[in-house]
């Protein structure tokens, strides 16, 4: 079994970055994403990020 130094969970914006942000620092990262495609539901769905 593969072992990463971190799990991200969603490929949106925010798990994008988390993961791009620990990669730059050597981790080793993977991301799982329940869509077929990448990106979140700001970039499938038509809606504006917000929290």
Known sequence: M???DFVVLGS???GQYAALEAASHGA???IVEREPRVGGACLH???IPSK
Request: net charge positive; proline share 8%; no cysteine.
């Open 2 to 4: 593969r072992r990463y």
């Open 12 to 14: 949106g914006p925010a």
């Open 28 to 30: 080793s990262v993977v």
């Open 45 to 47: 769905r038509g809606t």
